[in-house]
């Protein structure tokens, strides 16, 4: 007697390309749009989400969660300041405390829920996406984002001729990391001006981090590493309460931007 119900390849085939499609085609318009699935902005897409507003992350790689699932050194333990240790209670992650004020958890324990949590919230992923380029509205907005496949940057130049597309948001968040693409984008032309990040000071770089976090430039919200970036502020290694918190800010941040009347 056969297990599974009777289904053909075709079936399968129907399944992935109209799910995907309805999704993108719904998500081409979003409230958010976040660039970045790493720690901030999976914190970000979930806190976001849960207020009810509509979020979409795109994430270059295969998979989601950054540095967060496999920690310093390729060892995937991953640490975290008090008081950040309360995001890893809330998520049911369990942690020890390593020396007074500082957890130590398993990194992918601990990325597995963060994950859960963003899709639990409604915050709807494209991976293998890469960011290319900003949307611009009159005085130079930020509308949305231009995004392409990421296997298209590893094609020779000479074959390649793929264009992008183009998908629209009332607000954008990098949340980028040290790249900061959306941030570097927007000083190629011009707009805005990056330091670059500094040297590694951990009791610093959390707590500036953390306090910078915030929109850069109208319609750009900026969290995580890609803050450091943008002002010039120390790295922190793999430490990841400055991230979580960050992106919690982050979050804060555009919920309160989004609820402001429409800018035209």
């Given at each position: 007697m056969?297990?599974?119900?009777p289904?053909?390849?075709k079936?399968v085939?129907?399944a992935i390309v109209?799910?995907?499609l309805?999704q993108?085609?719904e998500?081409a318009?979003?409230?958010v749009i976040?660039?970045?699935?790493g720690?901030?902005?999976l914190?970000?897409?979930?806190?976001?989400?849960?207020?009810?507003?509509?979020v979409?992350?795109?994430?270059?790689?295969n998979?989601?969660?950054g540095?967060?699932?496999?920690?310093?050194y390729?060892?995937?333990?991953?640490t975290?300041?008090?008081p950040a240790?309360?995001h890893l209670?809330?998520?049911?992650v369990p942690?020890?405390?390593?020396?007074?004020?500082?957890?130590?958890?398993?990194?992918?324990?601990a990325c597995?829920?963060?994950?859960?949590?963003?899709?639990d919230?409604?915050?709807?992923?494209?991976?293998?996406?890469?960011?290319?380029d900003v949307?611009?509205?009159?005085?130079n907005?930020?509308?949305?984002?231009?995004i392409?496949?990421?296997?298209?940057s590893a094609?020779?130049?000479?074959?390649?001729?793929?264009?992008?597309?183009?998908i629209?948001s009332r607000?954008?968040?990098?949340?980028t990391?040290?790249?900061?693409?959306?941030?570097k984008?927007?000083?190629?032309?011009g707009?805005i001006?990056?330091?670059?990040?500094g040297?590694?000071?951990?009791?610093?770089?959390?707590?500036?981090?953390?306090?910078?976090t915030g929109?850069?430039h109208?319609?750009l919200v900026?969290?995580g590493m890609?803050?450091s970036?943008?002002?010039g502020l120390p790295?922190?290694?793999p430490?990841?309460?400055?991230?979580?918190?960050?992106?919690?800010r982050?979050?804060?941040?555009?919920g309160?931007?989004?609820?402001?009347?429409?800018r035209?």
């Amino acid at each position: 007697m056969p297990i599974f119900s009777p289904v053909a390849e075709k079936d399968v085939t129907k399944a992935i390309v109209s799910g995907f499609l309805r999704q993108f085609e719904e998500y081409a318009e979003s409230d958010v749009i976040i660039i970045g699935a790493g720690p901030s902005g999976l914190t970000a897409g979930r806190e976001l989400a849960r207020n009810g507003f509509k979020v979409l992350i795109c994430e270059r790689n295969n998979y989601l969660g950054g540095g967060f699932w496999i920690g310093g050194y390729l060892m995937n333990k991953v640490t975290l300041r008090a008081p950040a240790e309360k995001h890893l209670a809330e998520l049911g992650v369990p942690y020890e405390e390593a020396v007074p004020g500082l957890y130590v958890a398993d990194g992918p324990h601990a990325c597995s829920k963060l994950i859960a949590a963003a899709c639990d919230a409604g915050v709807k992923f494209c991976n293998l996406t890469m960011f290319d380029d900003v949307v611009l509205r009159e005085g130079n907005r930020v509308a949305g984002a231009v995004i392409n496949w990421t296997p298209i940057s590893a094609m020779p130049r000479e074959i390649t001729c793929v264009d992008p597309v183009a998908i629209e948001s009332r607000l954008v968040i990098d949340a980028t990391g040290h790249d900061a693409v959306v941030v570097k984008k927007l000083e190629s032309r011009g707009l805005i001006h990056t330091v670059g990040f500094g040297a590694m000071w951990v009791e610093k770089s959390e707590d500036l981090v953390v306090e910078h976090t915030g929109e850069a430039h109208p319609g750009l919200v900026v969290c995580g590493m890609a803050v450091s970036t943008l002002y010039g502020l120390p790295r922190m290694g793999p430490t990841f309460g400055g991230m979580l918190l960050s992106g919690a800010r982050a979050a804060e941040v555009a919920g309160g931007l989004l609820r402001q009347p429409v800018r035209v």
